[in-house]
């Protein structure tokens, strides 16, 4: 189940979050300039950044170093615009002023600018990762802001290589509500964006094998409404694609026909699409995260009578999925029955018995809805890919036995973007099929490497021995 409501957290501010309302401006400098954080090569992209410090915005100039090993082709990767505000509030005025020293890249004031009816920005730059289906996927949002005090019909919705040498994506007609929703409502699709309103688009971008990935994106969206001239209706938005490559992990589970629930990645669910805000920032905690239920053969998730204990995966030993340090550990719940009531939102309780993982170079691994009592780690432990650390259980926002799984950029899951992943190791051997409550096996199970699972995928997890000291 997903960790969080729409409901305020706590916690210490998330450092470089990107806001609603942060249009990602790029300039290409031609000479050098010093800036807090770097100096402008020629040809550097340079894209404003925070400090994570400070409520100002900077200028980012030039690659930043890897996180989590080395860029696809020894290039090294674009950082992605990201403000903050000491009070949590950012407005595109305050963006122009940070440029400063690269105010002259900009047209002159005699150019012809479109005045767009909306405005758009990217919280959290895309990222390329492998999955299960044989294809690099991207994934992200976009959110839409009117402008105007009438309401804006959406005709389209496409993505295209920034550099505009082709179209990637488009959505029209019936097809946008599956792609636009209400800002505050991610089941409510919607085609048009309200006067003074706004809504969020959910964009997953998969690219066939040997088809290059962009170093950079921009999503259009055209629109019609009162007063909107044909020259000002479509609105784009470029963001860079974060180039590093998804961090490669140890499945958290051992064993047969794990089912994958509410994933990644062309799906309406409330991971996927889980956004909120908490502590004053926009946040996406779950865009990657699973949750694991344990079948059998039938696609049957218990034996016998309704109780935990007769789900096939409750009380499975979960495992470290890297050598790591503890830096979180949550247990103070009791296991709940199957079915009951979620319990009114709040903050740490919605995970559930948690142990939180700091895996290096900026990057956590979440584990949520423990089993009472089975936790066997303490902060501070540092443990080794493939250790046992808890069991599955089911409490916290929850209701049935299942493990919640995700990486982060924050310690804190509550204030973390989610980030992509791989498992270095599993079997696709089917597909639940909800509809008719059954799994479709495949002819021929395959065995993969270094690939994301895609949602209602069932996969066996083949116990490995732990690691020797690398992850």
């Not at 998969?206 to 020259?231: C, F, K, Q, Y």
């Not at 443990?383 to 995700?406: K, T």
């Not at 597909?431 to 065995?447: E, F, L, N, S, V």
Request: charged share 15%; hydrophobic share 40%; with cysteine.
């Amino acid at each position: 189940m997903g960790l969080l409501q729409p409901h305020a957290g706590h916690g210490t501010r998330v450092r470089q979050r990107a806001l609603i309302g942060l249009p990602l401006r790029t300039f290409r400098s031609g000479r050098q300039e010093s800036s807090g954080c770097g100096c402008a090569q020629a040809d550097d992209l340079v894209i404003v950044t925070a400090r994570p410090s400070e409520g100002i915005l900077e200028p980012f100039v030039g690659p930043t170093p890897n996180r989590g090993g080395a860029q696809p082709g020894g290039e090294a990767s674009m950082r992605t615009a990201v403000a903050r505000t000491a009070g949590g509030v950012f407005l595109a005025p305050l963006m122009l002023a940070a440029v400063g020293a690269f105010a002259a890249e900009a047209p002159p004031s005699s150019t012809v600018l479109p005045l767009n009816p909306v405005a758009l920005s990217v919280p959290l730059a895309p990222q390329p990762f492998a999955a299960g289906d044989g294809r690099t996927h991207l994934t992200w949002e976009v959110q839409a802001l009117n402008l105007t005090r009438a309401s804006l019909q959406v005709q389209s919705i496409s993505v295209w290589a920034a550099d505009g040498s082709r179209e990637l994506l488009q959505h029209t007609g019936d097809a946008i509500p599956g792609r636009l929703t209400a800002l505050g409502d991610w089941t409510q699709g919607v085609s048009a964006i309200g006067p003074s309103a706004g809504a969020t688009v959910w964009l997953d971008l998969a690219l066939d094998a040997g088809e290059s990935v962009p170093a950079a994106l921009e999503t259009r969206i055209s629109v019609v409404g009162e007063g909107v001239a044909a020259s000002d209706a479509v609105t784009r938005v470029v963001t860079p694609v974060d180039m590093r490559p998804a961090r490669i992990i140890r499945p958290p589970l051992a064993g047969d026909l794990w089912g994958v629930l509410e994933a990644c990645c062309d799906a309406s669910n409330h991971h996927r699409r889980g956004q909120r805000s908490v502590d004053g920032h926009f946040v996406l905690p779950e865009r990657y995260a699973i949750d694991f239920v344990q079948l059998d053969r039938d696609g049957e998730l218990y034996t016998g009578s309704n109780i935990n204990e007769n789900y096939y995966g409750f009380g499975q030993p979960v495992f470290a999925v890297a050598n790591a340090t503890v830096v979180d550990v949550y247990d103070a719940l009791e296991d709940v029955p199957p079915g009951a009531a979620l319990p009114p939102p709040s903050l740490p309780q919605a995970g559930g018995n948690h142990v939180v993982l700091d895996l290096g170079d900026g990057v956590w691994a979440m584990y949520g809805h423990l089993k009472a009592g089975s936790i066997g780690v303490q902060v501070g432990q540092h443990v080794r890919a493939g250790d046992v650390l808890a069991q599955l259980g089911n409490n916290g926002n929850s209701d049935l036995a299942h493990l919640h799984f995700q990486l982060m950029d924050s310690r804190n899951f509550a204030l973390a973007q989610g980030l992509p992943f791989v498992f270095d190791h599993y079997v696709l051997v089917g597909r639940m099929d909800i509809q008719a409550d059954r799994i479709d096996y495949a002819a021929r199970p395959g065995r993969m490497r270094n690939r994301l699972p895609l949602t209602l995928s069932v996969v066996d997890f083949p116990l490995l021995r732990q690691a020797s000291g690398d992850d």
